[in-house]
Protein backbone atom coordinates (compact mmCIF):
# COMPACT_ATOMS: atom_id res chain seq x y z
CA UNK A 1 0.00 0.00 0.00
CA UNK A 2 1.62 3.30 -0.82
CA UNK A 3 2.23 5.66 2.32
CA UNK A 4 1.32 9.41 2.49
CA UNK A 5 3.80 11.78 4.51
CA UNK A 6 1.46 14.22 4.63
CA UNK A 7 -2.51 14.03 5.90
CA UNK A 8 -4.70 15.67 4.08
CA UNK A 9 -7.34 16.18 7.67
CA UNK A 10 -6.99 17.07 10.74
CA UNK A 11 -9.01 16.95 14.28
CA UNK A 12 -8.76 19.89 16.57
CA UNK A 13 -10.04 20.53 19.72
CA UNK A 14 -11.95 24.05 20.40
CA UNK A 15 -10.44 25.07 23.88
CA UNK A 16 -13.08 25.79 26.48
CA UNK A 17 -10.74 26.31 29.57
CA UNK A 18 -7.53 27.37 28.00
CA UNK A 19 -5.03 29.06 30.14
CA UNK A 20 -1.37 28.54 31.44
CA UNK A 21 -0.98 24.94 32.99
CA UNK A 22 1.84 25.14 35.69
CA UNK A 23 1.63 21.10 36.26
CA UNK A 24 2.75 20.84 32.35
CA UNK A 25 5.47 24.19 32.96
CA UNK A 26 7.47 21.63 34.98
CA UNK A 27 8.88 20.00 31.86
CA UNK A 28 8.25 22.51 29.25
CA UNK A 29 10.59 25.28 29.53
CA UNK A 30 8.55 26.84 26.72
CA UNK A 31 5.53 28.21 28.44
CA UNK A 32 5.35 31.44 29.84
CA UNK A 33 3.79 32.48 33.44
CA UNK A 34 0.30 33.60 32.81
CA UNK A 35 -3.44 33.74 33.52
CA UNK A 36 -4.85 30.75 34.33
CA UNK A 37 -7.93 29.58 32.68
CA UNK A 38 -10.12 33.07 33.08
CA UNK A 39 -12.88 33.63 30.45
CA UNK A 40 -10.76 36.50 28.62
CA UNK A 41 -7.93 34.40 28.01
CA UNK A 42 -9.84 31.28 26.59
CA UNK A 43 -11.39 34.37 24.15
CA UNK A 44 -8.16 34.86 22.77
CA UNK A 45 -7.06 31.28 22.44
CA UNK A 46 -10.55 30.67 21.13
CA UNK A 47 -10.27 33.57 18.41
CA UNK A 48 -6.76 32.25 17.33
CA UNK A 49 -7.69 28.62 17.31
CA UNK A 50 -10.74 29.51 14.81
CA UNK A 51 -8.50 32.06 12.54
CA UNK A 52 -6.30 28.86 12.37
CA UNK A 53 -9.81 26.94 11.28
CA UNK A 54 -10.15 29.29 8.55
CA UNK A 55 -6.74 29.58 6.97
CA UNK A 56 -6.29 24.95 6.73
CA UNK A 57 -9.98 25.13 5.70
CA UNK A 58 -9.50 28.14 2.62
CA UNK A 59 -6.67 25.49 1.38
CA UNK A 60 -8.84 22.99 1.38
CA UNK A 61 -7.80 20.74 4.05
CA UNK A 62 -10.73 18.83 6.11
CA UNK A 63 -11.10 19.87 9.51
CA UNK A 64 -13.03 17.97 12.67
CA UNK A 65 -13.71 20.25 14.84
CA UNK A 66 -14.54 19.24 18.15
CA UNK A 67 -15.77 21.37 21.06
CA UNK A 68 -14.01 20.82 24.46
CA UNK A 69 -16.29 20.43 27.70
CA UNK A 70 -15.70 23.29 30.46
CA UNK A 71 -15.75 20.58 32.85
CA UNK A 72 -13.24 18.98 33.90
CA UNK A 73 -11.19 22.27 33.30
CA UNK A 74 -8.80 21.02 31.11
CA UNK A 75 -6.47 23.74 29.61
CA UNK A 76 -4.30 21.59 27.31
CA UNK A 77 -7.03 20.35 25.35
CA UNK A 78 -6.28 22.53 22.48
CA UNK A 79 -3.04 19.74 22.07
CA UNK A 80 -4.82 16.60 21.33
CA UNK A 81 -1.68 15.05 18.74
CA UNK A 82 -0.06 14.45 22.34
CA UNK A 83 -3.09 11.44 23.16
CA UNK A 84 -4.56 10.07 19.52
CA UNK A 85 -3.09 9.34 16.31
CA UNK A 86 -5.04 8.16 13.14
CA UNK A 87 -2.55 6.10 10.74
CA UNK A 88 -3.59 5.28 6.70
CA UNK A 89 -3.73 1.56 7.71
CA UNK A 90 -6.77 2.03 10.26
CA UNK A 91 -4.31 2.00 13.32
CA UNK A 92 -6.09 4.23 16.28
CA UNK A 93 -3.20 4.70 19.33
CA UNK A 94 -3.82 6.08 22.20
CA UNK A 95 -0.98 7.41 24.04
CA UNK A 96 0.04 7.45 27.83
CA UNK A 97 0.50 11.36 29.35
CA UNK A 98 2.65 12.84 31.96
CA UNK A 99 0.20 15.37 33.69
CA UNK A 100 -2.42 14.22 34.97
CA UNK A 101 -4.16 17.38 34.57
CA UNK A 102 -3.75 16.05 30.56
CA UNK A 103 -5.45 12.54 30.88
CA UNK A 104 -9.10 13.85 31.04
CA UNK A 105 -8.19 15.15 27.25
CA UNK A 106 -9.00 11.53 26.19
CA UNK A 107 -12.10 11.77 25.43
CA UNK A 108 -13.96 8.30 23.71
CA UNK A 109 -16.88 10.80 22.45
CA UNK A 110 -14.27 12.71 20.58
CA UNK A 111 -12.81 9.50 18.87
CA UNK A 112 -16.36 8.80 17.69
CA UNK A 113 -17.23 12.01 16.14
CA UNK A 114 -13.56 12.24 14.54
CA UNK A 115 -14.52 8.25 12.99
CA UNK A 116 -17.85 9.87 11.62
CA UNK A 117 -17.26 13.22 10.60
CA UNK A 118 -13.48 12.30 8.52
CA UNK A 119 -14.68 8.45 7.36
CA UNK A 120 -11.53 7.23 9.44
CA UNK A 121 -12.55 3.51 9.52
CA UNK A 122 -10.48 2.38 12.92
CA UNK A 123 -9.38 -1.56 11.99
CA UNK A 124 -7.04 -1.52 15.19
CA UNK A 125 -6.50 0.43 18.43
CA UNK A 126 -3.52 0.39 20.49
CA UNK A 127 -3.62 1.73 23.68
CA UNK A 128 -0.42 2.54 25.05
CA UNK A 129 -2.43 4.22 28.56
CA UNK A 130 -1.40 1.17 30.71
CA UNK A 131 2.20 2.91 31.02
CA UNK A 132 1.02 5.88 33.21
CA UNK A 133 0.89 3.68 35.87
CA UNK A 134 4.34 2.48 36.40
CA UNK A 135 5.11 6.59 35.33
CA UNK A 136 6.35 6.14 31.56
CA UNK A 137 5.10 8.35 28.96
CA UNK A 138 4.93 8.95 25.42
CA UNK A 139 2.98 12.03 24.39
CA UNK A 140 2.06 10.95 20.71
CA UNK A 141 3.27 13.07 17.70
CA UNK A 142 4.57 15.20 20.09
CA UNK A 143 6.95 12.83 21.50
CA UNK A 144 6.93 11.26 17.85
CA UNK A 145 8.11 12.87 14.62
CA UNK A 146 7.31 10.25 11.79
CA UNK A 147 8.77 9.75 8.87
CA UNK A 148 6.15 7.38 6.92
CA UNK A 149 7.73 7.25 3.76
CA UNK A 150 10.28 5.60 5.37
CA UNK A 151 8.89 4.12 8.41
CA UNK A 152 11.27 5.89 10.71
CA UNK A 153 9.98 7.31 13.92
CA UNK A 154 12.30 10.05 15.76
CA UNK A 155 12.13 10.67 19.25
CA UNK A 156 13.73 12.90 21.37
CA UNK A 157 14.32 11.14 24.85
CA UNK A 158 12.52 13.79 28.07
CA UNK A 159 10.45 13.30 30.67
CA UNK A 160 7.57 12.79 28.33
CA UNK A 161 9.13 10.16 25.89
CA UNK A 162 10.45 7.33 27.51
CA UNK A 163 12.33 4.88 25.47
CA UNK A 164 10.71 1.59 26.45
CA UNK A 165 7.70 2.94 24.80
CA UNK A 166 9.26 4.05 22.19
CA UNK A 167 10.15 0.92 21.30
CA UNK A 168 6.82 -0.66 21.79
CA UNK A 169 5.06 1.64 19.26
CA UNK A 170 7.57 1.12 16.92
CA UNK A 171 7.32 -2.64 17.06
CA UNK A 172 3.26 -2.66 17.02
CA UNK A 173 3.54 0.04 13.93
CA UNK A 174 6.16 -1.70 12.18
CA UNK A 175 8.98 1.57 12.47
CA UNK A 176 12.53 1.77 13.17
CA UNK A 177 13.02 3.83 16.00
CA UNK A 178 15.64 6.70 15.65
CA UNK A 179 16.17 8.11 19.60
CA UNK A 180 18.42 11.08 20.78
CA UNK A 181 19.19 13.42 23.52
CA UNK A 182 18.35 16.93 23.02
CA UNK A 183 19.22 20.21 25.62
CA UNK A 184 17.63 23.69 25.58
CA UNK A 185 19.74 26.79 26.20
CA UNK A 186 18.94 26.06 29.81
CA UNK A 187 20.73 22.36 29.37
CA UNK A 188 17.35 20.90 29.88
CA UNK A 189 15.81 18.32 27.56
CA UNK A 190 13.43 19.89 24.83
CA UNK A 191 10.14 18.54 26.12
CA UNK A 192 8.72 17.41 22.77
CA UNK A 193 10.38 16.37 19.57
CA UNK A 194 7.74 18.18 17.17
CA UNK A 195 9.49 21.56 18.75
CA UNK A 196 12.66 20.89 16.40
CA UNK A 197 11.91 18.57 14.11
CA UNK A 198 9.23 18.71 10.93
CA UNK A 199 9.56 16.07 8.36
CA UNK A 200 7.76 17.28 5.19
CA UNK A 201 7.18 14.96 1.79
CA UNK A 202 10.22 16.75 -0.16
CA UNK A 203 12.16 18.93 3.58
CA UNK A 204 13.26 18.11 6.64
CA UNK A 205 13.41 20.91 9.34
CA UNK A 206 15.68 20.42 12.19
CA UNK A 207 16.77 22.31 15.39
CA UNK A 208 20.38 20.84 15.17
CA UNK A 209 21.85 22.75 17.90
CA UNK A 210 19.53 21.15 20.57
CA UNK A 211 20.54 17.99 19.79
CA UNK A 212 23.53 16.94 21.56
CA UNK A 213 26.95 16.31 19.77
CA UNK A 214 27.47 12.52 20.74
CA UNK A 215 23.78 11.85 18.35
CA UNK A 216 24.17 15.37 16.13
CA UNK A 217 25.68 13.06 13.54
CA UNK A 218 24.14 9.64 13.82
CA UNK A 219 20.57 11.75 13.46
CA UNK A 220 21.42 14.11 10.61
CA UNK A 221 22.88 11.69 8.70
CA UNK A 222 19.45 9.36 9.00
CA UNK A 223 17.49 12.50 7.47
CA UNK A 224 20.19 12.98 4.93
CA UNK A 225 19.89 9.74 3.66
CA UNK A 226 16.05 9.95 2.85
CA UNK A 227 16.97 12.77 -0.14
CA UNK A 228 15.06 15.38 1.40
CA UNK A 229 16.24 18.85 1.72
CA UNK A 230 17.38 19.38 5.34
CA UNK A 231 16.68 22.96 6.56
CA UNK A 232 18.86 23.53 9.98
CA UNK A 233 17.33 25.96 12.41
CA UNK A 234 19.05 28.45 15.41
CA UNK A 235 18.24 28.06 18.46
CA UNK A 236 17.06 31.22 18.69
CA UNK A 237 14.46 29.70 15.93
CA UNK A 238 13.15 26.97 18.06
CA UNK A 239 12.28 29.33 20.66
CA UNK A 240 9.79 31.05 18.62
CA UNK A 241 8.03 27.69 17.62
CA UNK A 242 9.86 27.78 13.97
CA UNK A 243 10.12 24.22 14.52
CA UNK A 244 6.73 23.14 15.02
CA UNK A 245 5.37 23.36 11.93
CA UNK A 246 3.21 20.58 9.87
CA UNK A 247 3.21 20.15 6.41
CA UNK A 248 -0.36 18.95 5.12
CA UNK A 249 -2.03 17.68 1.93
CA UNK A 250 -4.61 19.25 0.06
CA UNK A 251 -5.76 18.95 -3.88
CA UNK A 252 -5.60 22.30 -6.11
CA UNK A 253 -7.95 23.19 -9.13
CA UNK A 254 -4.52 24.74 -11.61
CA UNK A 255 -1.88 22.54 -9.20
CA UNK A 256 -3.04 19.00 -8.47
CA UNK A 257 -2.28 16.98 -5.40
CA UNK A 258 -0.29 19.68 -3.43
CA UNK A 259 1.12 20.72 0.11
CA UNK A 260 0.78 23.12 2.28
CA UNK A 261 3.01 24.14 5.16
CA UNK A 262 1.39 25.75 8.38
CA UNK A 263 3.19 27.43 11.14
CA UNK A 264 2.62 30.35 13.51
CA UNK A 265 3.35 34.29 12.51
CA UNK A 266 5.69 34.04 15.05
CA UNK A 267 7.64 31.22 13.70
CA UNK A 268 7.61 32.31 10.36
CA UNK A 269 9.06 36.12 11.39
CA UNK A 270 11.70 34.04 13.27
CA UNK A 271 12.71 32.27 10.01
CA UNK A 272 15.31 33.65 8.40
CA UNK A 273 15.09 35.15 4.57
CA UNK A 274 17.61 32.18 3.08
CA UNK A 275 16.08 29.02 5.24
CA UNK A 276 12.31 30.26 4.66
CA UNK A 277 13.29 30.86 0.80
CA UNK A 278 14.72 27.19 0.61
CA UNK A 279 11.16 25.97 2.38
CA UNK A 280 9.21 27.55 -0.17
CA UNK A 281 11.08 25.82 -2.34
CA UNK A 282 10.14 22.66 -1.23
CA UNK A 283 5.97 23.09 -0.76
CA UNK A 284 3.56 25.00 -2.84
CA UNK A 285 1.90 27.27 -0.29
CA UNK A 286 2.96 28.47 3.32
CA UNK A 287 0.48 29.48 5.96
CA UNK A 288 1.20 31.68 8.68
CA UNK A 289 -1.22 32.20 11.51
CA UNK A 290 -0.64 34.70 14.61
CA UNK A 291 -0.74 32.03 17.78
CA UNK A 292 0.14 34.20 20.83
CA UNK A 293 -1.77 33.34 23.59
CA UNK A 294 -1.49 29.66 22.75
CA UNK A 295 2.12 29.58 22.10
CA UNK A 296 2.55 31.75 25.15
CA UNK A 297 0.91 30.01 27.80
CA UNK A 298 0.31 26.73 26.33
CA UNK A 299 3.99 26.28 25.33
CA UNK A 300 2.82 24.56 21.78
CA UNK A 301 2.39 25.97 18.23
CA UNK A 302 0.61 25.08 15.23
CA UNK A 303 1.54 21.58 14.61
CA UNK A 304 0.66 20.15 18.47
CA UNK A 305 -2.81 21.83 17.70
CA UNK A 306 -3.73 19.68 14.81
CA UNK A 307 -3.80 15.44 14.88
CA UNK A 308 -3.43 14.35 11.58
CA UNK A 309 -6.30 11.89 10.01
CA UNK A 310 -5.10 9.62 7.30
CA UNK A 311 -7.52 8.32 4.95
CA UNK A 312 -6.51 5.34 2.82
Not at 40 to 60: H, I, K, M
Not at 270 to 285: K, Q
Amino acid sequence: MPRQQCAGAVLMVKPAAFGYNPETAVTNHMQRPGYGADPATNARACAEFLALVRALESEGIAVCVIEDTATPAKPDAVFPNNWVSFHEDGTLVLYPMQALSRRAERRPEIIAATLVQLSFKARRTVDLTHHEADGLFLEGTGSLVLDHISKVAYAALSARTNSTVVEEWARLMGYEAVMFDTRDVAGAPVYHTNVLLCIGARFVVVGTQLIVPADRARVLERLTATGREVLELRASEISSFAGNMLELATWDEALGDSHVVVMSAGARAALSVETFGRLNACTDTTLAVPLPTIEELGGGGVRCMLAEVFLP
